[in-house]
């Protein structure tokens, strides 16, 4: 069982930058692939970013490509999501994810374990 709780979201204007961090609890952290999704006003939640288990390989969603960077501490058991260049479109609760294989998947149906999530509201 894992634990998953985002924070860091809040309400920024177009072009600002924000760091979203996942704190998990247990000690398996560093057997997941972890990962993060949006759900936008109106529309379905979407895959933005995953990461493997020990952080060397990232993936992202075309939308946030070289704006958004994921990185994970496994020592402290975060995720963390670094935010750039964000945009109105950007606005959405962002939640983490997490799953037990080696590497992250872009469905909503390859994680276990979720948080509750955080709003980000970029402002234009």
């Known amino acids: 069982q894992v634990q998953l709780e985002e924070s860091g979201g809040g309400l920024v204007q177009d072009g600002d930058s924000l760091r979203l961090s996942c704190a998990a609890s247990g000690r398996t952290f560093s057997s997941h692939s972890m990962a993060w999704f949006r759900h936008a006003p109106g529309k379905e939640r979407a895959f933005v970013a995953g990461?493997?288990?020990?952080?060397?390989?990232?993936d992202y969603a075309d939308s946030v490509k070289g704006r958004f960077t994921i990185s994970r501490d496994n020592a402290k058991n975060t995720l963390y999501l670094q935010m750039n260049m964000l945009k109105p479109e950007d606005t959405a609760v962002y939640y983490c994810?997490?799953?037990?294989?080696?590497?992250?998947?872009?469905?909503?149906?390859?994680?276990?374990?979720w948080g509750q999530g955080t709003q980000v509201t970029v402002s234009s």
């Open positions: 990461i493997s288990v020990r952080g060397d390989l990232a």
């Open positions: 994810a997490a799953d037990w294989r080696d590497l992250p998947g872009v469905w909503e149906r390859d994680y276990d374990y």
